[in-house]
Structures are given as C-alpha cells and as structure tokens.
C-alpha cells in the first residue's frame, strides 16, 4: 500500500516562512507527478504547485515569486518552500501524487493534511 504523510505546518507571522513535506513509502514502481493543493474553510480545494518527472511546474498566481516546490527522488520526500507569507494563505495543505505501484496501474493518492496558519 502507499502512504503519503505530510508534516512541517504551523502558526506563523505575516512575511515569515514555512517549509513543507511529503514523504511517499509503500511497493512503489515510478512517481509520475506529485502537487501540493490547499482547502481554506468554506472554499473549494485549490491547486497550489505541482511539477512532473518531464519537469512542467505550475504555481498559482497568487504564490508565484514566493513558493517554491522541490523534490528528493532519493528519499521520496517533496517540500514546498512558502515564504513572504500572507494570512490569506492561511489553509490546510494537501500532498498529491500520481504513483504507479508493482502490481498496479498509476492512481492519485492523497495525504491527511497539515495546517498552516498566518497571522498579521
């Protein structure tokens, strides 16, 4: 079974930074593209960035020039560097990944979630 497991949220100041992971463990055959996406309370779940093994990265427009994701093929760990943060960034953070395991074709898996609060 695959696991995705997020972890580095937090209450935070206005123009401070975060950094967030997501480590992927299980019979993993190939990791074809990983995203963070973000739910604020009463909005709909939003794509925040996500890039691809072909190397496409997509940001939104209200975190580009601040947020920055990588990723440790090595490890299985992806991060998303926040900085300059705003309350309106204010959610809870999900991982996204599209993996193909050893005896299964690709499927999207998801984490629980970190929160991640900014006060001004």
């Known amino acids: 079974q695959v696991r995705l497991e997020e972890s580095g949220g937090g209450l935070v100041q206005a123009g401070e930074s975060l950094r967030l992971s997501c480590a992927a463990s299980?019979?993993?055959?190939?990791?074809?593209?990983m995203g963070w996406y973000r739910q604020a309370p009463g909005k709909q779940r939003e794509l925040v960035a996500s890039?691809?093994?072909?190397?496409?990265?997509i940001y939104a427009d209200s975190v580009k020039g601040r947020f920055t994701i990588s990723r440790d093929n090595a490890k299985r760990i992806m991060y998303l560097q926040m900085n300059s943060l705003k309350p309106e960034d204010t959610a809870v953070y999900y991982c996204?990944?599209?993996?193909?395991?050893?005896?299964?074709?690709?499927?999207?898996?998801w984490g629980q979630g970190t929160q991640v609060t900014v006060s001004s």
């Open positions: 996204n990944a599209r993996i193909a395991t050893l005896l299964r074709p690709t499927n999207d898996y």
């Open positions: 299980g019979s993993i055959r190939r990791i074809d593209s």
């Open positions: 890039d691809s093994t072909g190397g496409n990265t």
